[in-house]
């Protein structure tokens, strides 16, 4: 498999999964501006939509959207438990924050990049994604993860996206169950890991 990827993207996510999944895969780089590999080849005319992540399986197809990636990704590792059995109530739980951060932070943040919008436009979605955190801090109480005692996929894209707020200087200080998470989610080695190949973190 390859993973088509930016350093500190939202491919982030699928990139934990894969190293928690013990998963064979190339990493291949993409200029999200020009729209370009790292040898100059056209993204474009890998994934039309120009995005990342996206992961081209063995079989020559391509996967894009994260949330449905990580999916797949776990279930081609199963026995790593990093999504719950297809059709389970659990299952349906690891959907529903799937689909929380896709929706409520993921596409909240993407205003934040934008330099064509203000800061009035950029406070507004700020202040909407402070509630969101505020929610998910109040979800986290007495659990270590967001299914409760085991790491999942989504705690690796809630993760990146926790990352995303550090870049843009959120201040989670009052978000006592939020900040300990994140925590010991980047102590996790796979995590750690990601973070070294991505250039985002300094090889011990």
Not at 32 to 46: I, P
Not at 63 to 91: F, H, N, Y
Not at 94 to 105: A, G, R
Request: glycine share 6%; with cysteine.
């Amino acid at each position: 498999m390859k993973l088509y990827y930016s350093p500190g993207a939202c491919s982030l996510s699928p990139h934990i999964a894969l190293l928690e999944a013990g998963l064979p895969y190339e990493l291949v780089k993409v200029d999200l501006r020009a729209k370009k590999l790292e040898n100059g080849d056209d993204y474009l005319k890998v994934n039309p939509k120009g995005q990342v992540p996206a992961l081209a399986l063995d079989n020559g197809e391509l996967v894009t959207e994260g949330p449905v990636i990580v999916q797949m990704i776990a279930d081609q590792a199963a026995v790593k438990g990093l999504a719950p059995q297809r059709d389970s109530a659990e299952r349906y739980k690891l959907l529903e924050w799937l689909n929380f951060i896709t929706t409520e932070l993921h596409k909240n943040f993407s205003p934040l990049f934008q330099p064509a919008f203000n800061d009035e436009v950029k406070g507004f979605f700020r202040d909407r994604l402070m509630g969101k955190f505020k929610y998910v801090d109040a979800q986290l109480a007495a659990r270590d993860y967001l299914l409760g005692k085991e790491f999942s996929v989504a705690d690796g894209y809630l993760f990146t996206m926790l990352c995303w707020a550090d870049r843009m200087n959120f201040d989670l200080s009052g978000l006592p169950n939020l900040t300990a998470y994140k925590a010991r989610i980047a102590a996790r080695p796979k995590v750690k890991d990601a973070l070294t190949k991505e250039g985002l973190l300094k090889a011990a």
